[in-house]
């Protein structure tokens, strides 16, 4: 196959060293991708719904995380495929643009390519399916902008908002609590929402996590926690109404950037060193407490002279502060962030309601809450689980919920869940497909079936008969043209997910389709594999 | 599994478990390592020798369940859940290490004969959660305060002591022991801050012989020529080096041309340490606490001037001393008039066995208090430190919390009994899950008495009757007499926030085990 002909009819070889390289070609390759493919998305499938199960995953290094969150996961399989990572590559980009329907969007993707071998068998060009699924997914997302309903909510009323994010935690291991997370997160977004702009800017809300206590515990503070105590151990635990300075320049002798000696060779220069050292640190003290601060948060580290210094002048101070904080930090107090002692005045110092240093269980770990911030433009989660693996769960699953309200913010155009959306999906398909001739008529057929794994998966994953179930929702939509019916995950005895309170933002759903359509297409459109067989 | 690795998605020495083999993996996984610590359960309990791996091959004895649980190395990623599970339960209360392992351990067993009868992992999890609840409800109801009394309170405080006490090495000698923790506990006032109280361990004596002191002992030396006794101490506490004064300006650094300078630079740094010297003297101390080394030099200026210098207390034994004098850790000396010098009634060297100790007395914070331990061998002091700190921690929780139930398994047949009554009433298959709860619950009074060589159908089976007869009963397991016994009388109490946790985390715990069905492994890196 890599030995061609020239045109004196003498061989030569395109590919050297055959045994060395594996290569699979044609509609072989496209079969070896689609079953690599259909492979991760299997993995994910029993995780879909609010009946999902969690896979435990153990890293090389040996520690356990247990999520059912799809792009963590696919993260932490190390997928060694390279059509596998492409399935990892779509998940984790649904990821970062919605933050939500990781899972969903893979598990699309899976029965696409699934739907698609079939029609391969019938010997359809892998592209013209490709075609017919851009064509298919047109119909769908049209159709996704005929069903969706927009939903109201204003910094007064946040239920419809909290009964969203409730959908998204109740399949996560918070479920059991979605009441009080789904509150938290919507309050954390609407504090630091820009209604107007509708915007949010997600580095704002900060989710922090110790282990122990009981999930019940989990509040937002309305302000900032640092995982830091006060440098010197006799400093006060609790402070109000403060003035704050934030330095980014240590509490120690400066340390000039170019290369430099400072040669003693005198008693005097001996003594006079010591003296400047002296007046350095009296001296940065004195600048602190001049400008009028009353708390100084600084970046780097304090010398013990300069600790007991601060102490003794009653200026209680936080070191090691990371630069993600400091910068929380300055947005939420209003205070500047100075880079010399020199540059500290009075109007460059914010304002915090009250610092307190907060104890937890047995150990000896402390963590600084700061509240009443003037700026109340930064918030904080604050997660307490029984274990580290439930911490980490937590906290994905409040990420996702945080994601959701802030897409609902961002456009409040939402459809129905619980698989209701994808039939409604796939009855437009269907029907656009009538009208349509030519190999794309089956390919759009296939689409309209791929949509239905997710109703599938849904109910499969509930312990519902997956094919009675899908029929009987779709012959209901079909006959009472209503688009909010779906699968009931839950066993609440009805279909309707306007009663559910099962909706997904048009965004999300959109990008699901769109992304998973586009896989298929990149995949599909492979028709050779060359790699290295093996590496040693 | 077959079909991941046909085509190769994962990386090389990856594994893939689906399905119930993966819950099968995870239940054995956990159910071993709930056996593994199960026989350490209860007053009866046996000890684990664990050796390490390390080249000292140090042996621990104990039968704490979390420091058992920290020092094996499990692979099974289930069993580590459970580890850390035992490690939070530590963190948290203190006490219950074990308990929550095998708690959790037979909720899985129950789990796996469900699982096998067809019911759907997450209908498991749905029963247990409501049985959690009810459970709960029934142990806050089942609770009693006694805080506004305070001699009720301190005999409440002295039997769960003794109660925590009981299953570990310090048994014999429990009524002292607790009579110490409760003591250390009551000084520190409600204030929980544990650091306050300083455990020391010295070898030799017996058990018996270990003392609570009320003022502080610090494990160092007093300086060579040196007053050893000092009343009314005026201390200073600090934190500075006291060995040469570095010039702390970068790049610094001494360049000479002939000795005599160098003799000069030297003269003048010594100068610089004689000037620190006298201004530390110059804050009218009459003792000195660094948590740096003293050197010679001004060790010996100290001794000249009737000081008492001591070195290197490390930092927390200077945090702590800070704490006790009422002092603060200074670091600059330039003006005395400002500093918070520590003070205490006497400070004199004692002899502990065969070492010398400074002893504070006369302390002006009342909350601190030194606990020194004697025992025949540094095992048997570090399990005796283990088991003291066990129940300081529980005291300091019920200190808190000042809700206590009865111990014994009283708790758990309680709550055994209300949920098996929530099954009756929940339809669907929910219930199953719960009587598995209530199965689950009873095994932990069960173990007691396995432990305990005692005949745990028997026993378990007459509390039961003795709680379905009478529903205010006070029966748990009596080991002592291998019976059922009257809780109250026995004297045998537990903290209400330990059991609380060792229900709440037990279950998460399971849930979390349950909700697994599917385990990647990824491929171990490869060490170089």
């Known amino acids: ?536 | 599994m077959a079909m991941s690795q046909q085509s190769g998605i994962l990386s090389q020495g990856a594994t893939e478990e689906r399905g119930e083999n993966a819950r099968m993996a995870s239940f054995v996984g956990a159910v071993a390592v709930a056996d593994l610590v199960k026989s350490t359960l209860g007053p009866k309990g046996m000890d684990k020798i664990l050796q390490s791996m390390s080249r000292g091959q140090e042996v621990t004895i104990t039968n704490d369940g979390a420091t058992i649980l920290k020092s094996i190395y499990v692979d099974n990623p289930a069993a580590k859940v459970l580890v850390d599970i035992s490690k939070v339960q530590d963190d948290e209360v203190g006490d219950g290490t074990t308990s929550v392992v095998v708690f959790a351990g037979e909720l899985l067993r129950e789990a796996e004969l469900l699982v096998n009868q067809k019911v759907h992992p997450m209908t498991i999890i749905a029963g247990y959660r409501e049985a959690c609840d009810c459970a709960r409800a029934v142990l806050e109801s089942g609770a009693f305060n006694h805080q506004a009394d305070a001699e009720q309170f301190r005999t409440d405080l002295l039997n769960i002591a003794k109660t925590t006490l009981s299953s570990k090495i310090l048994t014999v000698d429990k009524e002292h022991f607790a009579n110490l923790a409760v003591d250390a506990i009551m000084r520190l006032k409600g204030s929980g801050n544990l650091e306050a109280i300083h455990i020391i361990k010295k070898t030799g004596g017996t058990l018996h012989e270990s003392f609570l002191d009320q003022g502080f002992i610090l494990d160092k030396k007093i300086g060579v020529g040196q007053p050893k006794r000092i009343e009314n101490a005026r201390i200073l506490v600090a934190n500075t080096p006291m060995d040469t004064d570095k010039i702390k300006i970068y790049g610094a650094r001494v360049r000479v041309d002939s000795m005599a300078k160098v003799a000069e630079i030297e003269a003048a740094e010594k100068d610089k340490m004689r000037t620190k010297v006298r201004s530390i003297i110059d804050h009218g101390i009459n003792c000195f606490v660094n948590r740096q080394l003293i050197y010679n030099l001004p060790e010996e200026m100290f001794a000249d001037a009737g000081v008492m210098a001591i070195e290197h207390a490390d930092f927390d034994g200077i945090e702590r001393l800070a704490l006790v004098l009422g002092g603060e850790i200074v670091s600059t000396f330039d003006n005395p008039s400002e500093v918070k010098l520590g003070s205490c009634k006497l400070i004199e060297e004692i002899m502990i066995g065969e070492d010398r100790l400074i002893h504070f007395s006369g302390v002006a914070l009342g909350e601190a208090c030194t606990i020194v331990l004697r025992g025949a061998s540094s095992h048997i002091l570090e399990e005796a430190e283990r088991s003291l700190h066990d129940a300081l921690c529980v005291l300091k929780e019920t200190v808190a919390d000042a809700r206590v139930v009865y111990g014994g398994g009283w708790p758990e047949i309680r709550m055994a009994k209300a949920v098996e009554e929530l099954a009756s009433r929940t339809p669907g298959k929910k219930a199953l899950a719960m009587e598995a709860f209530a199965r689950a619950l009873r095994a932990l009074p069960a173990t007691i008495c396995d432990n305990a060589g005692l005949d745990s159908a028997e026993i378990v089976a007459n509390l039961k009757a003795a709680h379905g007869a009478d529903s205010s009963s006070r029966m748990g397991v009596d080991v002592v007499r291998g019976e059922a016994g009257d809780m109250k009388e026995l004297g045998i109490y537990e903290s209400f926030r330990v059991r609380q946790q060792v229900l709440l985390s037990g279950t998460e715990a399971s849930e979390i085990i349950l909700r697994v069905d599917d385990l990647i492994k990824c491929a171990p890196r490869q060490r170089g």
């Open chain 1, 1 to 536: 196959m890599s030995l061609a002909f020239d045109e004196f009819g003498r061989p030569f070889i395109i590919l050297r060293e055959q045994e060395r390289k594996s290569r699979v070609k044609g509609i072989e390759a496209v079969k070896a991708s689609i079953m690599a493919a259909k492979t991760v998305a299997r993995t994910l499938r029993s995780s879909l719904g609010p009946k999902g199960m969690d896979k435990m995953l153990q890293s090389p290094d040996g520690d356990v995380t247990i999520t059912n969150d799809g792009a963590t996961i696919l993260e932490m399989m190390e997928v060694e495929n390279q059509i596998g990572k492409l399935m990892v590559e779509l998940s984790k980009s649904q990821d970062h643009e919605i933050g939500d329907g990781t899972t969903g969007v893979v598990v699309l993707a899976g029965a696409l390519l699934e739907h698609a071998e079939a029609l391969l068998d019938m010997g359809m060009h892998p592209l013209r399916i490709a075609e017919g699924y851009e064509m298919a997914c047109k119909v769908a997302t049209e159709n996704l902008d005929k069903i969706k309903t927009r939903f109201d909510f204003s910094k007064e009323n946040i239920e419809p908002l909290v009964k969203t994010c409730m959908t998204t935690l109740s399949s996560k291991v918070v479920g059991r609590l979605k009441r009080p997370m789904a509150e938290i997160c919507v309050k954390a977004v609407l504090a630091v929402a820009d209604l107007e702009r509708r915007d949010v800017n997600l580095d704002l809300i900060k989710v922090e996590g110790k282990v122990g206590g009981k999930m019940e515990d989990t509040r937002l503070v309305e302000g900032i926690v640092i995982d830091k105590e006060f440098s010197h151990p006799q400093m006060p635990k609790e402070l109000n109404d403060v003035k704050v300075a934030i330095l980014t320049c240590p509490f120690e002798p400066p340390k000039p950037k170019t290369k430099h000696k400072v040669d003693i060779d005198t008693v005097e220069k001996f003594e006079a060193l010591r003296d400047a050292e002296k007046a350095y640190f009296t001296d940065m003290v004195q600048r602190c407490k001049d400008s009028g601060a009353e708390l100084v948060i600084c970046q780097w580290g304090f010398d013990d002279e300069a600790n007991h210094l601060l102490m003794h002048k009653n200026l209680p101070a936080v070191r090691w502060v990371g630069g993600v904080e400091i910068e929380l930090l300055a947005m939420a107090t209003g205070a500047r962030i100075v880079p010399r002692f020199q540059e500290l005045t009075a109007d460059k110092l914010g304002m915090a309601g009250s610092v307190k240093e907060v104890g937890f269980g047995t150990t000896k770990d402390k963590m600084l809450v700061i509240e009443g911030c003037p700026n109340l433009k930064a918030v904080t989660i604050f997660v307490r689980g029984g274990n580290r693996m439930v911490l980490d769960e937590i906290k994905r699953s409040l990420h996702d919920a945080i994601c959701v309200a802030r897409n609902l913010v961002r456009d409040n155009a939402i459809v129905y869940g619980g698989g209701a959306a994808e039939i409604s999906c796939a009855l437009a398909v269907e029907e656009a497909a009538d009208k349509v001739t030519g190999v794309e008529h089956y390919a759009m057929r296939t689409f309209a079936d791929a949509l239905q794994a997710v109703p599938l998966a849904l109910a499969e994953n509930s312990g519902l008969p997956p094919i009675e179930s899908l029929t009987a929702v779709k012959k209901r939509q079909l006959e009472e043209k209503n688009p909010y019916l779906g699968i009931d995950c839950n066993d609440t005895g009805t279909n309707d997910m306007r009663e559910q309170n099962v909706f997904e933002t048009v965004i999300g759903k959109k990008q699901q389709l769109f992304l998973a359509t586009q896989v298929c297409k990149m995949i599909l459109k492979i028709d050779d594999v060359i790699k290295p067989s093996e590496y040693d």
